[in-house]
């Protein structure tokens, strides 16, 4: 792996673009392994036709369509769920305000890795789900089965030549006021284990509208899909259906909005205080004390913007430039900042930190990792 190290971020080592390879398992299980493929694959392909012919034009939010979604986790054995709430005490989620989980008009900043992004998003709200470009501020509406698609960067047969419009996250609210809107804004897969860097589509939002980070981690971590191809495809299938069980770490962050984000993310005014040499200096103590307390790597995200303008998001412009996304749409201090608040949401809430690579990077490793594929032959 040494000759993809220039696709690893330099400030911290972290390559979110190899696959990660299955756990460790003795060649006796192998026969069980293949008799639960074998079992599991008729079932799920009846229950994804059933999902393509009948269920998917029923009306949203509908109890069929959820529950047919929670038979294509189900099938492959993801059964068990860790979900927590920002801010809500375990075992206390079922007295949760409204606000505080993603309801229709709302927005949600997901990470990123895995198909079963979309199926378990799809099961809990179902959603729209939408597709970001590389600095561009507009989405594309995609279908569940075009956003299945898009994990491996690969086209949707059932749309082939199909033309798709873009337009902006406020339009696309006010049309489907009773749906939940998904946004990836990391516009492409990694491997789960750093937050690349964000698409400005967020940024097109309505500034009331809120928006809501979820983290999705799985156990085995393998069934992430940063490499594209249909190659991939096989073999996520066979890693999800062989295995016994997955579970699903699900984190969902605190609603921020454009026009007040909030107070934790030290991002809400004019200046941050991450952005001065005093709050430097301050950030600084308090990460090397949470360091002191515990190993964890959470802690650092969890101090108060500590060290956020750092190299971990790259290196940044100064508070008071400005930039040009490729729509000729000049981005201010504040909408950097509000990028930067989502960005280190999805960072914390994943236990992750933030890496300078994106969508560019990501397509110079697949290039270079097909020729090194070919070369092994």
């Not at 690893?8 to 003795?26: E, H, N, Q, V, Y």
């Not at 299945?148 to 006021?177: M, S, W």
């Not at 950030?283 to 790597?297: D, G, I, P, Q, Y």
Request: charged share 20%.
């Amino acid at each position: 792996m040494e000759k993809y190290g220039q696709y690893r971020d330099k400030g911290s080592g972290i390559a979110p673009f190899f696959p990660i390879s299955p756990p460790a398992s003795t060649p006796l299980l192998l026969p069980w392994h293949i008799f639960l493929f074998c079992i599991r694959i008729p079932l799920l392909t009846v229950a994804w036709l059933i999902w393509l012919f009948i269920i998917q034009w029923f009306p949203a939010g509908g109890i069929l369509r959820k529950a047919n979604q929670w038979c294509l986790l189900g099938i492959p054995g993801v059964w068990w769920i860790d979900l927590q709430v920002d801010g809500v005490r375990r075992g206390s989620l079922a007295q949760t305000p409204r606000g505080r989980l993603p309801y229709p008009g709302t927005i949600i900043a997901s990470s990123y890795t895995s198909p079963l992004d979309v199926l378990y998003l799809a099961a809990i709200f179902d959603p729209i789900f939408t597709q970001s470009f590389r600095n561009s501020r507009h989405v594309q509406p995609i279908s569940q089965e075009t956003a299945l698609a898009n994990c491996f960067n690969i086209e949707n047969p059932l749309e082939r030549g199909k033309e798709h419009k873009t337009t902006d996250l406020a339009t696309l609210v006010k049309q489907n006021p009773g749906r939940v809107i998904v946004v990836f804004p990391e516009t492409t897969t990694s491997n789960g284990r750093g937050i690349m860097k964000l698409s400005p589509s967020l940024l097109s939002a309505a500034k009331d509208t809120k928006i809501f980070a979820v983290s999705l981690r799985y156990t085995p971590a393998d069934v992430v899909t940063p490499i594209p191809g249909w190659l991939e495809v096989f073999r996520f299938i066979w890693r999800l259906n062989s295995r016994q069980t997955h579970c699903i770490r699900v984190r969902i962050g605190q609603p921020m909005t454009i026009a007040k984000l909030p107070a934790s993310s030290g991002v809400s005014g004019e200046s941050s205080p991450a952005a001065s040499p005093a709050g430097k200096s301050n950030a600084r103590s308090r990460t090397k004390e949470a360091r002191r307390s515990s190993n964890f790597e959470s802690n650092f995200f969890d101090t108060l913007q500590a060290e956020t303008t750092q190299k971990v998001a790259g290196d940044r412009e100064s508070v008071g430039s400005e930039t040009t996304d490729e729509e000729g749409e000049a981005m201010s201090a504040v909408e950097k900042r509000v990028l930067d608040a989502v960005a280190d949401d999805l960072a914390r809430l994943g236990r992750v930190k933030r890496v300078s690579l994106g969508v560019e990077e990501k397509a110079k490793f697949v290039d270079a990792w097909a020729k090194g594929t070919k070369s092994r032959k």
